[in-house]
């Protein structure tokens, strides 16, 4: 099991920055890959970046230069460096990981953190 935890969310002003914590517990050492999600009002949840255990990054193009997504090496932790904040940024941001063991893959999220752009 992993238990994720997000943190660091809260009001912020079109044009500022936020950075977003995920502390990671549990069977940590064989994530493959850990991603920051975001549900917005009335919306489906999308992808928003993504970093693999090689440190490859994947981006939304929504978000591409505006926001960094980084970890530790050990993956106790994961942030989103958001700059630049839009009010479409405004949403709940989950954090997720998958692992595999035995061929079998398992996902995990975290409870979420909202973000909240005012124009």
């Known amino acids: 099991q992993v238990r994720l935890v997000e943190s660091g969310g809260g009001l912020v002003q079109a044009g500022g920055s936020l950075r977003l914590s995920c502390a990671a517990s549990?069977?940590?050492?064989?994530?493959?890959?850990m991603a920051w999600h975001r549900q917005a009002p009335g919306k489906q949840r999308e992808l928003v970046a993504s970093i693999t255990s090689s440190n490859s990054t994947n981006y939304a193009d929504s978000v591409k230069a505006r926001f960094t997504i980084s970890r530790d090496n050990a993956w106790n932790m994961m942030y989103l460096q958001m700059n630049s904040l839009k009010p479409e940024d405004t949403a709940v941001y989950y954090c997720y990981a998958e692992r595999y063991r035995s061929g079998y893959q398992f996902e995990y999220w975290g409870q979420g953190t909202l973000v909240t752009v005012s124009s």
């Open positions: 549990g069977s940590i050492a064989s994530i493959s890959t």
